[in-house]
């Protein structure tokens, strides 16, 4: 798992992590340190209910985010200010009745300003999401709380 910059990068694959249950993100927290110095755009992907949010409060917090997080379904973006990264912006997609609702809400300003976007619900942003974005995928077996992240650049 040490070499997922390396792999994600150089040979375009994916690479999966498993992550137990949300009280034990470590592995997750090391992974995505790695990451955020190459990339800053992060797509997630997931049913309902599989944990989207979750995993993107874990992420914020390990950045340093301090207070409340919630998704944004209803307004499409939450601003967070971390001590380690400065502005972190936590979109939410679902609600968007079409993709180019994103310029209404100055996507390209966001996409501008070298902040780190942790987006849910990439696909309804249809083609304004950069291709450089990382792509999360989670599959969440509900029984077990356990939950299985791909990640494809």
Known sequence: MADICSILEYCKMQQSLTVPSLEQTEELKRVFRS???THTVFCFHGELGAGKTSIIKVLCQDLGVQGGMSSPSFSIVNEYDSLNKGLIYHFDLYRLREPSELIEIGWEDYLNSDSILFVEWPDKGGGFIPE?????????DHSSDLRTLTIKN
């Not at 450089?132 to 969440?140: C, K």
Request: charged fraction near 25%.
């Open 35 to 37: 990451l955020y110095e």
């Open 132 to 140: 450089d974005a990382l792509h999360i995928f989670i599959d969440a």
